[in-house]
């Protein structure tokens, strides 16, 4: 808990399948008021493993603010600073078919390709985030899944703590853990990466 009693953080470091931190504090994103619960699973995963599922409505809103970045007269390009699941949004291609309807109408889904996004969604994922979009994650509420650097993260709003959700939360995190292992074990197998431009955008963000 921190002194002014406004969050807290646990460690996890020998939680499977990977060290999890959780903190529940001040928001660190623009596009969620107030407080909000974040997480992060080392996973050791390829670092070009870029994958997201956000909100739809969330996913809206931030192409909306991407969109005005770009023709906004005093700028030529998303400043480095932008976090990542932004500028993914102009950067990697969307998954446009999905399994379960209710997963398509709530939530958005990216990726490096298309193949890795929809095989990191597919299964078990998919149908945690449609039993999720019922209780933990209402539409409308704001939440970013994203695989990166080689570790799973999730975040989203959470005026108060709840214990009951934290914990439904992070079912939600480990499925996508293990989700995120499977499609790294085909990679490493061999598949080729794809070309993309998130190299250039790695090497130009700052420490």
Same mark, same amino acid.
């Given at each position: ?42 996973? $050791? ?18 192409? $909306? ?13 998303? #400043? ?13 291609? $969307? ?22 996004? #929809? ?15 019922? #209780? ?25 703590? #709840? ?22 074990? $085909? ?21």
């Amino acid at each position: 808990m921190t002194r002014d009693g406004q969050g807290f953080m646990v460690e996890q470091p020998k939680a499977l399948p990977g060290p999890l931190r959780i903190e529940w504090g001040a928001s660190q994103r623009s596009y969620i008021t107030g407080h909000e619960l974040r997480m992060r699973c080392e996973m $050791k995963l390829q670092g070009d493993l870029q994958l997201l599922v956000l909100g739809r409505d969330l996913m809206e809103t931030l192409e $909306k603010a991407v969109f005005e970045a770009y023709t906004d007269t005093l700028k030529t390009r998303v #400043d480095t600073d932008t976090p990542e699941e932004m500028r993914w949004l102009v950067m990697f291609p $969307k998954l446009t078919q999905f399994s379960s309807k209710l997963v398509r109408q709530r939530f958005g889904v990216l990726g490096v390709t298309k193949d890795l996004a #929809d095989a990191w969604l597919e299964g078990e994922l998919s149908e945690l985030l449609a039993q999720s979009s019922q #209780d933990v994650l209402p539409e409308g509420q704001p939440v970013v899944l994203m695989t990166m650097r080689g570790n799973v993260y999730l975040r989203t709003a959470m005026p108060v703590p #709840d214990m009951a959700k934290i914990q439904s939360l992070v079912r939600l995190l480990e499925c996508a853990c293990r989700e995120a292992q499977r499609v790294n074990a $085909k990679l490493s197998e061999g598949s080729p990466w794809p070309t993309t431009t998130s190299v250039a955008w790695q090497s130009s963000r700052p420490e």
